[in-house]
């Protein structure tokens, strides 16, 4: 029998340390690979970025207020079990994020070599954020929307990863070059294509998993 506690966060063990897990790989594949190849993001990140070049606003007030926003949409088609599970998800990846940033980069710098950059960088992304999603969770604004439009649209979370970090990436021809975008959208293409295949592996869609286990 699960313990409150697991039942208070709407998890269990096995869903913990998957979340847990897959945050784990997320974060080091930023570390590594995004940060240091200078690979765009789409999604939330991607939209704080063309705000800060674009509008001028501040990231850390525009930042917050998009992923507040994600968040209250997640809990309003999700539900608190959603809710919770992407908490779970923010702080463990807030954490090894943090922990892999003062350790510093232990792959070799791949600026150089944005293609690669570009397909590694996607399997990290695809892997870890295909791990949470499946598990009900969401690590960061980005996921939370692309579940709430999978839940509204009835699509596959690949799907609904590529249209928004698409619809950024777009945006981000304003004051990025075309040439070095490509390599984003290539990362974005894997990273979707992963997290689909980990989606239908799991025989689950991302969009039935809290009804199912609420």
Known sequence: MESKGWRALGLNPKTFLRIVL???????G???IHGPSKITEGGV???VLFCQNVLGWDPAIVSPLLDI??????L??????????????????AFF???????GPILPNLYNY?????????IFIGIGCGMVVISGGAAGGDDALAMVISKKMKWPMSRSYL????VVLLLSLAYIAPRRLVFSLLTTLVSSFLIGQLEIKSGKPAHEIEIEEK
């Open 97 to 103: 994020y943090k922990i892999f940033s003062l350790i």
């Open 163 to 166: 249209t928004t970090d698409f």
């Open 30 to 32: 930023m570390v590594n």
């Open 22 to 28: 897959g945050t784990c790989i997320m974060s080091f």
């Open 69 to 74: 926003a994600c968040y209250a949409l997640g």
């Open 45 to 47: 990140l991607g939209m």
């Open 114 to 122: 944005p293609l690669i950059a570009s397909v590694v960088g996607g």
């Open 76 to 93: 309003k088609l999700m539900g608190r079990v959603f809710l919770k599970r992407a908490l779970v998800a923010s702080f463990s990846f």
